[in-house]
């Protein structure tokens, strides 16, 4: 079974700075997919960035960014210019490609406060 | 836009009651799932199912039950609830296949079994 880790309980940051949450995960297979979620306070859960593993480019969306090291398990999630609205809860999360009904594996998730 | 809807967003019952958390897609997703929230587990998976009256268990699936009768709806059933299931609740729904498809939730119930 597939396991995801977030060793960062919680990270501060200051508005308009960078910071990044750490993810880091275990597989046997070749193929999958990641993907990093955002909770704010509302409960909405929101994808911020999705990567898959057959491609080297690591993906990117506006001020968020990836480094995925798919030899190394490792999927950390940047964000540049860090905003006021950034702060939230944050989920790594796994998806493989072998098993029915392409179900999440959520890593246990970073709580990310901005300062102003 | 997509939108999976849970019927309550707050829910207390007593020890011992049957309990329905209902959800609802609109976006005709084969997959729906139910995870459960709690603080620094991260969301953990109960139950999905990949198409009508289909249902595979997750990785806690003790005390709980599911059924889809409808492509669009998803129900958890907690056959007695007990004060350890309280928790956030959250819905689920994705496109089949396996084509890179993100997963839409809905907004949680979080129930209190007291």
Redesign the interface.
């Known amino acids: 079974a597939q396991t995801?880790t977030?060793s960062q309980?919680e990270m501060s940051v200051q508005e308009a700075e960078t910071v990044t949450l750490s993810c880091t995960y275990d597989t046997s297979e070749s193929d999958y997919?990641l993907?990093w979620y955002k909770q704010p306070p509302?409960?909405?859960?929101i994808?911020v960035i999705?990567q898959?593993a057959y491609k080297q480019q690591n993906a990117t969306e506006n001020r968020f960014s990836v480094n995925f090291q798919k030899a190394a398990k490792s999927f950390s999630l940047k964000i540049s210019d860090s905003q006021l609205g950034d702060a939230a809860m944050y989920?790594c999360a796994y998806r493989s490609?072998m098993e029915?009904?392409?179900?999440?594996?959520?890593?246990?998730?970073t709580i990310l406060r901005v300062k102003s | 836009d997509v939108k999976v809807t849970q019927s309550s967003r707050y829910l207390v019952k007593r020890t011992g009651e049957k309990v329905f958390l209902e959800c609802v897609q609109d976006m005709d997703h084969e997959n729906m799932f139910w995870y459960r929230q709690d603080p620094g587990l991260g969301l953990r998976l109960i139950y999905f199912s990949y198409d009508v009256k289909m249902k595979e268990k997750g990785d806690i699936p003790e005390g709980y039950s599911v059924s889809r009768e409808k492509k669009e709806r998803f129900s958890l059933i907690l056959e007695s609830a007990s004060t350890n299931q309280t928790s956030m609740y959250l819905c689920a729904s994705s496109l089949g296949g396996t084509v890179n498809t993100e997963a839409f939730f809905g907004q949680g119930t979080r129930l209190t079994v007291v």
């Open positions: 995801v977030q309980p997919y993907f509302s409960r909405q859960m994808l999705r898959e989920f490609l029915y009904g392409n179900k999440l594996v959520f890593g246990a998730g």
